[in-house]
């Protein structure tokens, strides 16, 4: 009888153990993905000069920031807010720029893990620039590689300084 009782408690603990478990779990694996899938940071480096990326997408709204970083140019930082379409992010950039705000229109095109910067001329009106012919982009400006970002909000606060 003795040998009877252990059993049963054994099997008592293990589906509460079970139980336990799966209200764990489901929290737990909740966060990791909803924060990793949202945010995704980018940053290339050419020479001395180098461009920080962090963007978001909710529910296909793309917001996020980047900081342009330039050893012999104005350097900028600011917010970016705009849509993906097909494989092209198409982002207005809102920056301060000699003691004005500015909005840029900047296209990224993504390949694989990377996003490359649309390059196209720009018209210019007020404190506004939009691409003048957006069909004829051509997507070989900087090459954003994909980077951690915690790594990225290391690099992005420590740069700004």
Excluded at 10 to 29: G, W
Excluded at 62 to 89: C, P, R
């Amino acid at each position: 009888s003795t040998v009877l009782s252990c059993e049963k408690k054994s099997t008592d603990l293990s589906s509460t153990e079970n139980l336990s478990d799966s209200i764990v779990v489901i929290p737990e694996t909740n966060e990791p993905i909803e924060s990793s899938t949202l945010q995704t940071c980018y940053m290339e480096a050419t020479g001395k000069d180098s461009v920080f990326v962090s963007l978001e997408d909710n529910l296909g709204t793309i917001t996020g920031k980047i900081h342009y970083k330039n050893f012999e140019k104005d350097s900028s930082i600011g917010d970016v807010v705009g849509s993906q379409n097909g494989d092209t992010l198409k982002l207005v950039y809102t920056f301060q720029a000699e003691g004005k705000t500015s909005e840029r229109e900047i296209y990224f095109l993504r390949k694989g893990e990377n996003i490359i910067e649309g390059i196209g001329d720009q018209k210019t009106e007020g404190t506004k620039s939009n691409y003048a012919a957006p069909t004829k982009i051509k997507y070989e400006g900087s090459a954003l590689t994909q980077v951690d970002c915690k790594e990225f909000e290391q690099k992005f606060a420590g740069k700004q300084v």
